[in-house]
């Protein structure tokens, strides 16, 4: 365990810890925290495996806690799939090929990025969608408006006519 | 139709959707991960007997029959609920019931199965749970029924109760033993 020396000793000589030691301590605590990545210790071939590794885990799903990413779950079933993907790695296959030997197993439930079928074009386009009917409506409302307008104006300055309309 | 409507239809329309998706989620659950696959051969294994590791049975030896493989381990709460019903009915099913004993330790699923008693007709044991990620697994109780050509005709996740032997189960064992019999 490492201890803190320094903020308590500056405490006893009665001065608050100053904000450069602050800072200090709470950057090692991210940097500690960042290791606490690596669940399980895996052997890497290097560096560049391991980035590959974590950044195709963490597309992944973990079917237990299904909020979690492979990367972070702490699943016993996490951890095993976790293992063939790296043993997969190990064997040259690619990150479509690994993705398309947990969606024989799991379906697409296991991908965070679902792809594009029958089934998700409503997930994909329906905000589109939604959005296009907005702009529909607010251009048939513009469009009264600015044909309500000018003869409410005949009738009174203010433009609250227009605005009963709705 | 007045012009006044229109929001109100609107309102309607959102209001019709957040039924249908409150509807919808009632019926299904939405953590239940689908098997793709159903209607596709079971994945080949062969894995130890829970009661002499020395001795393998794989999908080769069950082939020919239909069987019911049934998921389970002794660090499941669910599966304690579910194991009475196989106790009870397990045999009211008439075909082969192939426990699957998932990443659990050897003495203590011979302990659970002493202490609840044995349904199985076989019990093999998946330690390192590499033929049930094959199998799509994602805990336990799960249950597959596989056909004699050795395809997974249905999956059921979470325990099995006498309403899904009933209703899922029984018709879905008949219709293979009509079409064995064709």
Known sequence: ?166 | MSPRLLPFLGFVLVLALLGFGIRWSQRHDPREVPSPLIGKPAPQFSLPLLDDPSKKIGSTDLAGQPYLLNVFASWCFACRDEHPILMSDGKRLGIKLVGFNYKDEPDDAKRWIAQFGNPYDVIVADFPGNVAIDFGVTGAPETFLVDASGVIRYKYISPITPEVIATELLPRIAELRKQAAR
Not at chain 1, 37 to 42: G, R, V
């Open chain 1, 1 to 166: 365990m490492i201890r803190l020396r320094l903020p308590m000793n500056a405490s006893r000589a009665g001065r608050r810890p100053s904000l450069p030691v602050l800072v200090l301590v709470t950057i090692l605590c991210f940097i500690v925290a960042s290791f606490a990545f690596a669940i399980d210790p895996l052997p890497f071939k290097d560096h560049a495996q391991e980035l590959r590794f974590q950044a195709l885990t963490k597309q992944l799903r973990c079917l237990v806690c299904q909020n979690e990413s492979l990367a972070d779950s702490n699943a016993p079933l996490a951890a095993d799939l976790r293992r063939d993907v790296f043993q997969q790695m190990q064997a040259g296959k690619t990150d479509d090929e690994i993705k398309a030997w947990l969606t024989a197993r799991y379906s697409d439930f296991v991908l965070y990025d679902p792809p594009l079928s029958g089934g998700t074009w409503l997930l994909w386009f329906g905000p589109a969608i939604v959005l296009l009917a907005g702009a529909a409506v607010i251009l048939v409302v513009v469009r009264r408006r600015t044909r309500v307008a000018p003869q409410s104006s005949n009738v009174t300055r203010s433009a609250s006519a227009a605005e009963d309309d709705w």
